[in-house]
């Protein structure tokens, strides 16, 4: 005649039900884990999305001050160059 035990443990992270039969001397041995890897592997997801969100807006700012600095430079030689026009137009008399 088979006989049959049943072991049952759970430390509140990870429940074992262990199942004994005899006859067919078979071990069964069922694991269900809590979850916290799961957990933990959402957490390092999102720090990973905000690291990324974080460095995508810096460069977008790094490259707005970069064209800033260029479209003023082109500013500032515009008016050099003006300015050397008017010099040499009162320098030339006219006439």
């Excluded at 039969?21 to 069964?28: E, F, K, P, S, W």
């Excluded at 807006?57 to 479209?71: H, L, P, S, Y």
Aim: proline share 1%; charged share 20%.
């Amino acid at each position: 005649m088979a006989t049959e035990r049943v072991t049952e443990r759970d430390d509140g992270v990870t429940a074992e039900r262990t199942v004994e039969r005899n006859g067919g001397d078979r071990v069964v041995v069922e694991r269900g884990g809590g979850g916290a890897g799961t957990i933990v592997a959402v957490i390092i997801g999102l720090v990973l999305v905000a690291i990324v969100a974080w460095f995508l807006m810096n460069m977008n700012q790094q490259n707005a001050i970069e064209t800033d600095a260029v479209t003023e430079a082109a500013g500032s030689v515009g008016e050099a160059a003006e300015n050397v026009g008017e010099a040499a137009q009162r320098a030339v008399p006219a006439g």
